[in-house]
T-cell receptor, first 116, second 114 residues
Framework: AQSVAQPEDQVNVAEGNPLTVKCTYSVSGNPYLFWYVQYPNRGLQFLLKYITGDNLVKGSYGFEAEFNKSQTSFHLKKPSALVSDSALYFCAVRDDVAGGYNKLIFGAGTRLAVHP | NAGVTQTPKFQVLKTGQSMTLQCAQDMNHNSMYWYRQDPGMGLRLIYYSASEGTTDKGEVPNGYNVSRLNKREFSLRLESAAPSQTSVYFC?????????????FGDGTRLSIL
């Protein structure tokens, strides 16, 4: 069965330090992976996706993510955190199943708190 | 650029009341989705519409009905609201259900059922 795990409910980091938000997945076929961010009282905003190719994916607002097939992980990273990065982050996976609708499975979310 | 617009933004209902949540998109997308978001559970798909005239159940459809009114609009109806349906509801859209592109989300409807 498809699943996504975000093992940390909350990540705390000081402004200017690097940040990592973890995500692991389980799919039966090839994974299509996404990261979304949610600010308070707003909908989800797309950050980046992995479909195929380079394992390091660059996205919006200076974020990047590293796809690791052997560890079935897709961790979100940023070299230098900003207070404005504080938000709720969701990892999602879509299974590569031929034909039909491929459902998007979301993780439970990780709250990122960046402290001045 | 409106994107995906949801109305209302907030609503409080009593158990047993009915309500329709409205969603409209202006991106000419074929596919639309309804999710609910509960603490610690991420987003779960309630229903989706691959194209105008079609709707299908998602992961948690019980207690809900949907209508794809036209290409732009996709509504979610609670016929007899229950406290377990207290949640934040998000509508999303994408060009199709099969292409690997991000879904675009509205800002949500926060629904409380007493």
């Amino acid at each position: 069965a498809q699943s996504v795990a975000q093992p940390e409910d909350q990540v705390n980091v000081a402004e200017g330090n690097p940040l990592t938000v973890k995500c692991t997945y389980s799919v039966s076929g090839n994974p299509y992976l996404f990261w979304y961010v949610q600010y308070p009282n707003r909908g989800l905003q797309f950050l980046l996706k992995y479909i195929t190719g380079d394992n390091l994916v660059k996205g919006s607002y200076g974020f990047e993510a590293e796809f690791n097939k052997s560890q079935t992980s897709f961790h979100l990273k940023k070299p230098s955190a900003l207070v404005s990065d504080s938000a709720l982050y969701f990892c999602a996976v879509r299974d590569d199943v031929a034909g039909g609708y491929n459902k998007l499975i979301f993780g439970a979310g990780t709250r990122l708190a960046v402290h001045p | 650029n409106a994107g995906v617009t949801q109305t209302p933004k907030f609503q409080v209902l009593k158990t047993g009341q009915s309500m329709t949540l409205q969603c409209a998109q202006d991106m000419n997308h074929n596919s639309m989705y309804w999710y609910r978001q509960d603490p610690g559970m991420g987003l779960r798909l309630i229903y989706y519409s691959a194209s105008e005239g079609t709707t299908d159940k998602g992961e948690v459809p019980n207690g809900y009905n949907v209508s794809r009114l036209n290409k732009r609009e996709f509504s979610l109806r609670l016929e007899s609201a229950a406290p377990s349906q207290t949640s934040v509801y998000f509508c999303a859209s994408s060009p199709t259900v099969t292409t690997i592109v991000p879904q675009h989300f509205g800002d949500g409807t926060r629904l409380s059922i007493l």
